[in-house]
């Protein structure tokens, strides 16, 4: 660790993670599960911290992993304040304070219908197995709860920068169209159309089943069972009166995503089986108008030295055969992790792309942390600088 | 050696990124060397397993990857037409009911519907028969949806059953019930990789599928393997050459940590731990699943 080489120097002046902190104040760090978001949204908002910038890096990993690496317990749905203490005993004095909080999906699902939803029919809705299957399994709805979390916090606190780290997104699309897809749950032609009897007799717990008694939800009931269908009607009733104010902050979500303050980083991982989403999710990100502040390609395998191998020569058979088979391996490794970056590269043009070597080690505390960032912020780069 | 393949439905699952398809994919390779009929579901997922076996993309209709084997992947519309078709019996009412774009949304927030027909799909397939009477295949091998995913998906009968009045469906759900939760006809497999969260959600998994689904877990495949290589009186001769030294001291931490998860799941799922090594054979393809079901295929009892 070396916090002379902290200051966002001159030198430092086209690092585009550099510009994007000091420029933007929220970051948005996107990409597949098991690619390292998680560790590249703490490393960004710490650096952003000691350099003078207060900032909270909001996770959903509910790996224990980061809490411990910010010197915590663990995290919780609160946004949580590291010590000054902690960071300077790793040796980085922080120039603003840090902050994170791990986002409880679920809870954060549960406030926003207090929030919104009419006090007769909070119940209601919060123990029905529809609102179970909206605020978990329907595709989108983690996506848009995080950034329904993200406007609160940019809407009624002053951190000079957010990180926010996503879920793992299965599908890109899942994320930039999850406002859309759970307005459509909340708002929907269809549910006026089967609830048009029970929505004009006004009352809720009514006996649907004027509607019930068609053909068409006859039919539907031979494969669901009636009770189903009287269940979701209740509960798209419940929910009829959220329309508006739902309709309204998905549009208010939707303008900080384009914001002209607000970037994503795309992480990724150094291997062409993933080439697909991140090219398709670059895409989209464009296509959107959302600014892509840089594509980072994490846990790069740098091949070996040239003279790894001369000195393996010299050693007694037995340990040379092990070296060169270690050797071997590392080099297979790299240059199949080149081979993708030059994909990732020319797919991606022109965001910039930064490489984060894999350490030996895996990132665990705040010293990783700050290594981590030294390859974001462009200290280092690729190469065998900080191992020599 | 582990008696696996005298299973005739295989559920294969773990995190997301563990090698899951992978895995099965090499599964229902030895599967169909062994001289099964095997068919190999992918659920509604990113089809991999085509590429992955050398052969084209899998849709949803059934397709003949190589002798003996072949491949879907299941989609919860195609199944759900399936199903109703079976219900309904007649194509005009399907269409007049189930085409109509209200009825589309409304079947999609349906909790577990989709799932069902999925399951529903699958057992079907293993139940089916040959004109002769002989099944048309004797091993279904299901690349099940990720942790997380994988407890809804396959407690759905059961779900059905508490929900559901008698009837057709819950008359279903039972039969569905049964097949999963007999341990001679049924075991899962579960994929993980020698790293801290998928050995957590593979434990959590395990415990899972055994309490909530009453399936039993027959084995875990810890992917990526590495073995001990370098001994500490190696480290200690390659102390005064530091690039070195790092390289190996590099190996021998991957080989610890796999070491300790294959030791920590075996303690805590006391399930026997398949190991597969990690392959350095660039992009995955046909070549690394014969390597990896060469590897699985000595430590498994064919039959």
């Known amino acids: ?239 009829s009166g959220m329309n508006e104010s739902f309709r309204q902050r998905a549009r208010q979500v939707r303008a900080l995503l384009a914001a002209e303050r607000t970037a994503f980083v795309l992480v990724v991982s150094p291997n062409l089986e993933g080439l697909d989403e991140v090219t398709h999710f670059h895409t989209l990100l464009q296509q959107n108008h959302m600014a892509v502040a840089a594509v980072v390609v994490n846990r790069v395998q ?32 790299a240059a199949q992790d080149e081979e993708a970056i030059a994909e990732i590269r020319s797919h991606c043009q022109p965001t910039p792309l930064i490489q984060v070597p894999r350490f030996s080690l895996d990132v665990h505390d705040l010293a990783g942390l700050w290594r981590t960032s030294r390859f974001l912020f462009g200290d280092d780069q690729r190469g065998h600088t900080e191992m020599d | 050696m582990v008696p696996l393949l005298d299973r005739r439905l295989l559920i294969v699952s773990g995190k997301g990124g563990v090698g899951k398809s992978s895995i099965s994919a090499a599964l229902a390779l030895l599967s169909a060397r062994a001289g099964n009929r095997t068919l190999v579901c992918e659920v509604n997922a990113d089809a991999r397993i085509g590429h992955l076996l050398g052969g084209p993309e899998v849709g949803a209709q059934i397709s003949l990857l190589e002798e003996r084997l072949w491949a879907v992947n299941v989609r919860p519309e195609e199944a759900m037409r399936e199903y109703a078709l079976m219900i309904l019996k007649l194509e005009s009412i399907y269409k007049a009911v189930f085409e109509n774009r209200f009825v589309r949304y409304f079947l999609r927030f349906i909790p577990s519907l989709q799932e069902l027909v999925m399951l529903g799909k699958i057992l079907y397939h293993l139940e089916e028969k040959l004109p002769d009477g002989e099944p048309r295949f004797d091993k279904v091998i299901v690349d099940a949806p990720a942790t997380g995913h994988v407890v809804p998906f396959l407690s759905v009968a059961k779900v059905i059953m508490d929900t559901v009045p008698a009837g057709r469906l819950s008359r279903e759900a039972s039969a569905m019930r049964a ?125």
């Not at chain 1, 007799?201 to 006996?207: D, H, S, T």
């Not at chain 1, 001369?310 to 040379?320: D, G, I």
């Not at chain 2, 049924?186 to 899972?208: D, F, H, K, R, W």
């Not at chain 2, 790092?246 to 294959?262: I, M, N, T, V, W």
Request: with cysteine.
């Open chain 2, 179 to 303: 097949v999963l939760e007999d341990g001679k006809l049924t075991a899962a497999v579960l994929v993980s990789l020698p790293e801290e969260m998928p050995v957590n959600e593979t434990i959590e998994l395990g415990t899972a599928l055994e309490q909530q689904v009453q399936i039993s877990p027959q084995a875990v495949v810890l992917n990526a393997f590495t073995a001990e290589r370098f001994t500490a009186a190696d480290l200690e001769a390659l102390r005064l050459k530091p690039s070195l030294l790092e390289l190996a001291q590099g190996h021998a931490l991957l080989a610890k940590l796999s070491a300790d998860f294959r030791e920590q799941l075996e303690r805590e799922l006391k399930l026997p731990v398949l190991t597969v090594s990690r392959l350095y054979q660039g992009r995955f393809g046909r070549a690394s699943i014969e390597a990896i079901a060469d590897q699985l295929g000595s430590m498994l009892e064919a039959r």
């Open chain 1, 302 to 333: 740098l091949p070996p030295r040239p003279t790894d191998w001369s000195a393996a020569a010299a050693l007694e058979p037995m340990l040379r055969d092990k070296v060169e088979a270690t050797l071997r391996e590392r080099h297979a490794t």
């Open chain 1, 1 to 239: 660790m070396k916090p002379a080489t902290r200051a966002a120097g001159s030198r430092q002046a086209d690092q585009p993670l550099v510009e994007a902190a000091r420029r933007r104040d929220v970051l948005i760090c996107v990409g597949s599960g098991g690619v390292g978001k998680t560790t590249v949204a703490a490393s960004i908002a710490l650096r952003a911290a000691v350099d003078g910038k207060s900032a909270l890096v909001c996770t959903i990993d509910p790996a224990r992993r980061l809490a411990n690496s910010l010197g915590l317990s663990q995290l919780g749905n609160a946004e949580t304040r590291i010590a000054a203490e902690k960071l300077i005993a790793a040796g980085l004095p922080p120039g603003a304070p840090l902050f994170a909080m791990m986002l409880d999906i679920k809870q954060t699902w549960d406030e926003f219908i207090e929030r919104h939803a009419p006090p007769n029919r909070r119940e209601q809705i919060l123990s029905s197995r529809f609102y179970r299957s909206l605020s978990t399994t329907l595709a989108g709805s983690q996506e848009y709860i995080a950034m329904e979390k993200l406007w609160q916090l940019r809407a009624h606190r002053d951190y000079g920068l957010i990180v926010l780290d996503t879920p793992p997104t299965a599908h890109a699309l899942d994320f930039l169209d999850a406002p859309n897809r759970v307005l459509d749950f909340f708002d929907n032609e269809a549910s006026r159309w089967l609830l048009a009897p029970a929505l004009t007799a006004g009352k809720l717990g009514l006996q649907l089943f004027n509607w019930g008694g068609s053909y068409i939800a006859k039919t539907i009931s031979k494969l669901t069972g009636t009770e189903t269908l009287q269940e979701l009607a209740s509960f798209m009733l419940a929910i």
